[in-house]
């Protein structure tokens, strides 16, 4: 019976997603809680007992809860993380506001900033210099450091970042400073540059290494009480988190480098979407998840997801790069746009429909959802135009009300416009549909593809009622729907492996680089990583160089096969480089040298993945009743047919317009779309034509 279960939990801006697998049987539960977003810990617990109510033996046979949040997002969003003190080189106390020195947009005399983390008198300048090459120039001054510690506890700072130049080539000084104050200020947490992001690049590495130490002590106090909370629940093994970078590590790791976790929700919806795309061999996937908050898209070619290591929180102007605060861990190459199932709807002053960023959360929600939001929001005008049931929303589990959510749009949309709720209701719909497809274009030609080669996966609450609509006018062929798709982050979390990476810094030139040090380094780094995953499955690593031509500003990612003393390395190391250098910039420079960044070492256990079993095998399925449904190619209302999910197994096949659904989640196709299900259970719409919609 031990460790029969596996659970994963994905805290959302409105849901609490919640999956459960038990591996004796292959059988998988799900349930959603509305977020408690003072305590999120409280929506985790409900939806557990839940299942414990379903089968009393869940928790004490669990072999693992797996967690993904956007806790340590919010707190930098909402600046309530620890108060921070800042200790770096004298003479950089203002590398925060410096930054790189750029305007991000040219054209605006009015250009804000986000404002630092650290405020100017906590940050400290100490006497000390290590050059590029990690010689000492200048020793530290240790009584600059104890200078700064009265400082710090004089202000009664939390948490203290450590940052010194060149420290990711000689941390010593970075070490022993944390040594000192951590005997002046007995309680305060410390992040040091020289283990959170020992690389080059002062300002990012400052700020990641910020950051880190100010949702430090906001994470080890979440973590701590949800690990205790699950254990007087009777979970007797480890919490795990998923990290930003799309693997899973255990909590006292994360608390270790809680900036690795920064974006971890959004990385368990890709994790899952990879996973269908590999099981339905589709290589050139879209994932689209849409939630109650926002909406997430990622190209997905041959099973993974681009990753990037320029990601920004809390920016000013949330679609413009340089805007906010970087943070130098490898996350996911996410589009993330202000639009989901609770972006409110409104006439600004322009006296154009307008829709979103900001959202009605969970509470007090849609109007609709009957807890006292008055706004109208992209979930209300759903309902309002058929594609949602104010009875069967979350199985009935949750009642909406209609007449609430079509009061909403008439006061705030309809009547301002002088036109229908109908209208109105399609507006919003047709909107945040044509939002995220402006964006979606552009993301999709960053990464050299064009949608029509692209295979949408939509997932999340409001994925799949807007996914036929995004498809449609991105050009994107072809719709998947995976089983569970309104908990598909959640199910992301148990597909994911346990998995962590770690640095070095190298700065040398390939043709003169030292392989007997690279190698050395290299294991050194796998010892590292093994040393953070839990003990007693079997550990696999990939080492990667991030290379560069000289003069250049961004690497890119060169996996190393095999060692790097092995003869002829160098050379396939050259011809991997000129290979991805080709696929990025459509050509190859032969006459600059290259120069070897950084070493990496990513580790990963292998983890069981878990299958939905799909329905009994049948080709005719009835409805199991009609709906008033908006139809986008009539313009208006028509009676729909409405299939349960659950009745359609592999080989059903239903035309357009037609209604899907399921407790988490509702699908709804189009005139002519025609859909199919799959031998996994996916629901596959192949769109119909412009013409044959007619």
Known sequence: MAGSYRIGVDIGGTFTDFTMVDDRTGDVFVEKCLTTPGQPELAVLEGLRRFTALRADTLPNAEAVIHATTLLTNVVLERKGALTGLVTTAGFRDVLEFAREMRYDIYDPFIEFPEPLVERPLRIGVRERVLVNGKVHVPLSEADVRAAAAVFKKAKVQSVAICFLHSYRNPDHERRARDILARELPGVAFSISSEVHPEPKEYERTSTTVVDAYVKPTAAQYLDKLSSDLRAEGYPNNLF?????????????????????????????????AHYGRLIGAPRL????????????????DGKAARTR????????????GSGIPIAVPVYDLLEIGAGGGSIARVNSLGLLQVG??????????????LGGDNPTVTDCDLALGF?????FLGGEMKLH?????????????DPLKTSVMQAAWGVHNLVNETMASAARVHIAEKGQTARNLTLVGFGGAGPVHAIGLARK???????????????????????PMAIERPRAVRQLLRNVDLKQLEQWSKELEKETAALLPAGSRINFMRVADIWRVGQDYPLEIEIKGAWTARGALEKIEVAFDKEYAVHYGRVDDDTPLEVVTLRVKAWQSTAIPAVKPGKKTATVKPKGKRRLYVPSAGGYEQAPVYDRKALGPGSSVRGPAIIEERESTTVIDRGDKLTVDKFGCLVVTLASQEARK
């Open 310 to 321: 320029t990601f920004e929180v809390d920016r000013v102007q949330r679609f413009k790069p």
């Open 286 to 301: 879209l994932s689209f998840d849409m939630g109650g908050t926002t909406a997430k898209l990622c190209v997905v070619l």
């Open 241 to 273: 988190v998923m990290l930003s970078n799309g693997g899973t590590a255990t909590a006292e790791t994360t608390k270790r480098f809680p900036v690795q976790a920064v974006e971890s929700g959004p990385a368990a919806g890709v994790e899952a979407a």
């Open 402 to 414: 209609r007449a609430a959510a079509e009061s909403a749009i008439k006061t705030t949309l309809g």
């Open 357 to 370: 960023p900001d959202s009605s959360g969970s509470s007090p929600g849609p109007a609709c959802y009957g």
């Open 474 to 496: 991105l050009g994107c062929p072809r719709v998947v729907i995976p089983p569970l798709p309104g908990v598909m982050s959640a199910f992301g979390l148990l597909t994911a």
């Open 388 to 392: 949602l049931d104010e009875a069967s």
